[in-house]
């Protein structure tokens, strides 16, 4: 069946199923606007993401794992600024004749993702257009004072990674074709791409425990480290012996001839959360999440700089949208 056969209110009901108001949702999907409870006390953080056929996936994807990640990509913003997702709105933007069972599996996974982490969707908008677009606005809660900002890091820091790195940009290249899907890693790889786990909770944590300056790696390592850097007019040197490279990364880099360590550094939808705190905070941290990889430190200087085999490389700027 395709999306004229429904019509827009049939094809958000079959989307959303029965709306239910529940956990702070006083008015769910069906009237104008949401309404929702936030904690009493708390700021919000808001943030929307979205993805764009053709430039963020593909129509062959399968539907569950675009929704997945859209919705991954929109709690690690949260996560990332020390927040606790809530809330979200899902925009949908479809051609006329695309099949509602791949957008049903979308909004599937988009739900799927969201109960993962806590969170709920109540509410969007539906329009037709050219190209399946679609985007997430997601309401989080921090406490005054636990947000963590790019411009939050200080000379002296520690910068520490969430886990390993490299994996989704693996998982891309088997989604690209390039590595046989049978291939060793490349199921676990193409899993890593799709379905992100967000440090949510060690985010939380950090922010509890007063660290002040988190980013979440969406455009690859160099370039997140890049922008703590700028926003916090500080220097960020990284020690390439220090990162993990996940095991994906590291089997699929080498099979195509390529360098793990380049997938770690520039590899980009990873969702693993860098963030720099005194050194007298990480013992405390790495014991709680032993995941937790210092990977270098924060200096008076500027500018991203790998010391590799005791030389130092100023490291180049990663993907944007409009190279
Ligand atoms: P309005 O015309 O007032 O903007 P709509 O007809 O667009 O209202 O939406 C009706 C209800 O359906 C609203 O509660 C809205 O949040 C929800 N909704 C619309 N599109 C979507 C969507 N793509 N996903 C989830 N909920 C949606
Ligand atoms: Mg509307």
């Known amino acids: 069946m395709q999306v004229r056969d429904m019509g827009e209110f049939g094809l958000i009901a079959r989307l959303m199923g ?24 708390y700021r919000v953080v808001f943030t929307c993401d979205c993805m764009v056929e053709d430039v ?4 062959k994807a399968p539907g569950y ?12 913003d949260i996560a990332a600024m020390g927040g606790r997702p809530r809330y979200g709105v899902v925009t949908l933007i479809t051609p006329a004749d695309e099949e509602v069972a791949w957008l049903e599996d979308i909004y599937t996974g988009i739900k799927a993702c969201a109960a993962q982490y806590g969170c709920q969707v109540v509410g969007g908008d539906t329009s ?12 989080g809660e921090v406490l005054p004072g636990r947000e963590m900002l790019r411009s939050g890091a200080q000379p002296g820091d520690l910068v520490c990674i969430s886990g390993p790195l490299g994996a989704s940009h693996a998982g891309l290249q088997v989604e690209l074709g390039r590595i046989d899907a049978s291939a060793a890693c490349a199921s676990e790889a193409r ?7 967000v440090p949510v909770d060690l985010a939380l944590a950090l922010g509890e425990l007063g660290c002040r300056c988190a980013n979440d790696i969406s455009d690859g390592l160099a370039s997140e480290a890049q922008e703590i ?29 390529e360098k793990p360590e380049d997938y770690a550094l520039y590899g980009g939808e990873e969702y693993a959360l860098l ?25 008076e200087g500027d500018g991203v700089l790998l010391l590799h085999q005791g030389e130092r490389e100023r490291l180049r700027a990663a993907y944007t949208h409009f190279d």
């Open 275 to 299: 963030f720099c705190l005194p050194p007298s905070l990480a013992a405390e941290v790495c014991v709680r999440y032993p995941a937790v990889r210092f990977i270098g430190r924060v200096t």
């Open 128 to 139: 037709r257009g050219p190209k399946v677009v679609l985007s997430v606005a997601l309401l």
């Open 229 to 257: 850097a700028v926003a916090s007019r500080v220097g960020v040197e990284l020690d390439s012996a220090l990162l993990p490279i996940a095991p994906e990364a590291q089997t699929i880099a080498l099979a195509l001839g």
């Open 65 to 76: 794992d675009i929704g997945y990640k859209l919705m991954a990509s929109n709690i690690s």
């Open 56 to 59: 963020h996936f593909l129509r």
């Open 18 to 41: 029965e709306a239910k108001a529940r956990d702070g949702v006083v008015v769910a999907i069906g009237d104008d606007a949401a309404v929702v409870e936030v904690t009493l006390g």
């Open 191 to 197: 899993l890593r791409h799709f379905r992100p786990v």
